[in-house]
Every structure is written in structure tokens, then in C-alpha cells.
């Protein structure tokens, strides 16, 4: 991502798979450390240690991360992300993406673990045509998005 900084933007959505057991709560601490700022250290740690996302793995990888403990179990007992969460599942559903990940590179849909040189030429197939169209729109960039 760092490298199409300021020409691309990376939005992510939970997509917490109905039939898996912890898929909700991890996204709750995924969203929990994020609002302490350790979004994505949390969530390489998950993908580390998957499929170990039981809550008290998930308060183990929280305190690894020096979360506010507190702070971190009361968001998770209160579900303080669900409506979002529960937004990003209705999301994926009308999408009709059943499986994680799944990218969306302007509006191309890409489902599975894709290789980072697959992605990268679309990304620079769309980029390509965003700057030919540029002449016509001056604020164009391309959006990439992903579903965990």
C-alpha cells in the first residue's frame, strides 16, 4: 500500500462468517484495539495465531499489545462494534461474497488469498485508466477494498 500512497484508498469490512465460532468476537478486538490505535498490530497477531480467537486468546494478544485491558474487555462484553460490524455483514451479503478475503479493486471483485503481484496489476491497470480519464475528472483515484 505504501507504495500507491496518496493514488489508492484501502477500506476494510468485517465480514464475521455465521458459521465460525469466533468470527464476531475477533472482529470486536480487531475494532476494540483499533480505537486504542493497535488496529493493524492486532490484527497481524490474529492472523498469526489463527485459529486461536477465543476470547481469552483475543485478551492474551491484547495485553501482548499493551492495550488498556479494561478498557479493551468492556468493549468486547458491551459488543461496542456490533451495529458496524452488523452493517459490513449485511454489506458483504448484498455483495453476494460469502468468502474471506475477498478485494474489491474499483468495483473488480477478486475472492481468495490473492498473491501481492496479482493484486498490484490490477491495481495499476486501473490506476493506468484513471490517469487517462484524468483530463475528465480531476479528483479520480481508484478504491481498494477489503473484507476480512
Given at each position: 500500500?505504501?507504495?500507491?500512497e ?13 458459521y465460525?465460532?469466533y ?6 478486538a480487531?475494532l ?12 497481524d497477531i490474529?492472523?498469526?495465531r489463527?485459529?486461536?480467537?477465543d476470547s ?6 491484547a495485553?501482548?499489545?499493551?492495550l ?18 452488523e452493517?459490513?455483514?449485511?454489506l458483504a451479503?448484498?455483495l ?8 474489491f479493486?474499483n ?11 496479482y493484486?498490484?496489476?490490477i491495481?495499476?491497470k ?12 480531476s ?10
Open positions: 500500500m505504501e507504495e500507491y496518496g493514488q489508492i484508498r484501502l477500506i476494510l469490512r468485517n465480514y464475521p462468517y455465521r465460525r465460532d468470527s464476531h468476537i475477533a472482529a470486536e480487531l476494540a484495539a483499533g480505537d486504542q490505535g493497535k488496529y493493524w498490530e492486532m490484527h490474529m492472523l498469526e489463527s485459529p486461536a480467537l481469552k486468546s483475543l485478551e492474551t494478544y495485553q501482548e499489545l499493551g488498556n485491558m479494561e478498557q479493551f474487555k468492556r468493549d468486547l462484553e458491551s459488543m461496542k462494534h456490533k451495529d458496524v460490524i452493517q459490513d455483514k449485511e451479503e448484498s453476494d461474497i460469502y468468502n474471506t478475503p475477498t478485494y479493486i468495483g473488480r471483485k477478486v475472492t481468495g488469498n490473492a498473491p501481492y503481484e493484486l498490484k496489476k491495481i495499476e486501473e490506476l493506468s485508466s484513471v490517469q487517462e480519464k484524468d483530463s475528465i475528472c479528483n479520480c483515484h481508484i478504491c481498494f477494498s477489503a473484507g476480512h
